[in-house]
């Protein structure tokens, strides 16, 4: 089975530290996705890319967060500087739009806490 | 943006129990999708349905996309099925394209 892969699984940082997340996508996928789910807000859209390129993030603060696809391998979610605020799982899907579509594929998420 | 409300927010089942979850959405959509996510937290992708009827097994969804609405069909409910059911679109048009927007989920509790 194909799966999107996420890392670390869980990280738990002290309030002001850079935290990179990392997304491998599904091969071949087009359209990759980055969520944030807290209890309170629910899965909230921060960031997506189609072809690597970004279309959308107007779900990030922008002054801390940065989304990135250094390659169709790899996608980051970097916070910098992290703040109590943020702790959340972070979600990454991807799928393929314009081709045979079978929806969007999601990560197992990275739990973060910030301390 | 588009809307989407699910209903019920909550659900409490005895095992074996059938149930029907709703999702209604605002506007058009050139996809749709339902998700449990598990207690361990995992999204997982049940069906994609922007429109017409899928089946796998005791899980059914079916979306008239003409009247805005999606119904996933759980029968003969278990333990397993515990956990939060999302509905999820993605709109046709403007700003919505592209974007996949999630309900606020139905928690779903299975008693043996």
């Known amino acids: 089975d194909a799966r999107v892969t996420q890392t670390p699984r869980h990280k738990v940082t002290e309030m002001g530290q850079e935290v990179t997340m990392r997304c491998q996508p599904i091969?071949?996928?087009?359209?990759v996705f980055w969520y944030r789910q807290t209890m309170m807000q629910g899965l909230e859209l921060l960031a997506y890319f189609r072809n690597r390129a970004p279309l959308d993030d107007s779900g990030m603060p922008k002054d801390r967060f940065s989304a990135e696809m250094p390659d169709a391998t790899l996608a980051t979610l970097k916070i910098q500087p992290s703040e109590p605020r943020d702790s959340a799982v972070y979600f990454c899907a991807s799928g393929l739009l314009g081709g045979a579509n079978y929806g969007y594929t999601f990560g197992s998420g990275t739990r973060l806490t910030v301390v | 943006g588009i809307q989407v409300e699910q209903s019920p927010p909550d659900l409490i089942l005895q095992e074996g129990a059938n149930s029907t979850l709703r999702c209604n959405f605002s506007?058009?959509?050139?996809?749709l999708q339902w998700f449990h996510q598990n207690p361990w937290g995992q999204l997982i992708n049940l069906f994609y349905i922007p429109s017409g009827t899928k089946q796998n097994g005791r899980l059914s969804a079916t979306t008239v996309a003409t009247e805005r609405y999606s119904l996933l069909y759980i029968s003969s409910s278990q333990t397993t099925d515990s956990g939060v059911y999302f509905c999820a679109v993605e709109g046709v048009y403007g700003g919505s394209q592209g974007n996949l927007i999630f309900g606020k989920g139905t928690k779903l509790s299975v008693k043996p």
């Open positions: 506007d058009s959509v050139n996809n």
């Open positions: 091969l071949g996928h087009n359209t």
